[in-house]
């Protein structure tokens, strides 16, 4: 079995999270298996990148040019199909990333290679790739078993995997000569439009409240506010809480918002789909309430409040004035 292939997700000059994830993953799949990892770098003027990962992995596979500066899926799959003839990796990950999900599925059919999407969980069995994936809105994890094959392509979950950190020693940086032949016609990439920032940054707040659906309505957000206000802290939500217009889409925590670390997060009558949870977890202590002692946010919360969040805010709000 040949080594497993990563590909570094980066933008707007910065390396994303979610690949020094999949490098954890993919060192501990490369230790179950005896095999190495290797990080794959497309890009242009990329070194420092290169310079970081290889204090992670034994190996960096870079192609400079100037043309894959920023995600293009046609390009990218170019690059990587014409390594992977070369190299004969077992495995790819990439993430399961709006990059990952344009990519992955074309690079499969090209290579025809089995694809598994959105994997919270990976293993080898007799050479055969396993996935666990999570379903129905993480109510249930589905254990998969692909078809064998020598080679296979996964996406993986962001906010999932322990993120690989640097280590005393340093992996080597190969240079491969770019198969590209110049840019491409049908797509092109032609701005990055970062979204503006009209009222407060929720990724900048110390303590976060943050509603849900719970709170059954926008009557009950000055509650929140003022509470949010007596903390020191701001207001966030979940995403039906916009859908609902009950707070600014800049309000909204999830992966399709914003992902936020504070130091305090108050979830309140929010249920913890993974879409949610993948943006908050990291936050340093988390409290739930939440009237349904079954719901997932309880998975990842520090402290949890089973009950009406109507019998706990007002308590809530008399100590922090006392
Ligand atoms: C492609 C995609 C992207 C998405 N992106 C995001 C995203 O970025 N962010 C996001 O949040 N979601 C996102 N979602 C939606 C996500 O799947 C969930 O539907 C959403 O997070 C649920 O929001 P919620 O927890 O507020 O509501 P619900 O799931 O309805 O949960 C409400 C919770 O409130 C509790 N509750 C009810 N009444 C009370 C009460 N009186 N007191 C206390 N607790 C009470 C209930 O027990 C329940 O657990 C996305 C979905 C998709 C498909």
Redesign the pocket.
Known sequence: MNEIFILVEHRQGQIRDLTYEMLGLGENLANQQGISFTAILLGHDVKNFAEDLATRVPKVLVVEDENLKNFNSILYQKALSSLISKHQPCLLLMGHSAFGMDLAPSLSVEMDFPLATDCIGLLFEGGRLKATRSIY?GKVNANISLRESKEYIATIRPGIFSPKMPGEKKGGIVMEASPLQGAVDLKKFIEYIEAPITGEDITQAEILISV?????GPEHIPLFEELAKNLGGTISC????VDRNWLPKER??????KTVKPKIYIA?????????VT?MRGSDTIIA????PR?P?FGVADYGIV????NVIPVLKEKIKG
């Open positions: 809105g849900g659906q719970g709170i059954g979940s995403r039906p809480v909204q925590v999830g992966i399709s918002g309140v009558g929010i249920s913890g789909a993974f879409q949610h943006a309430i939440n009237k349904d719901a946010i009950d009406d969040f109507q």
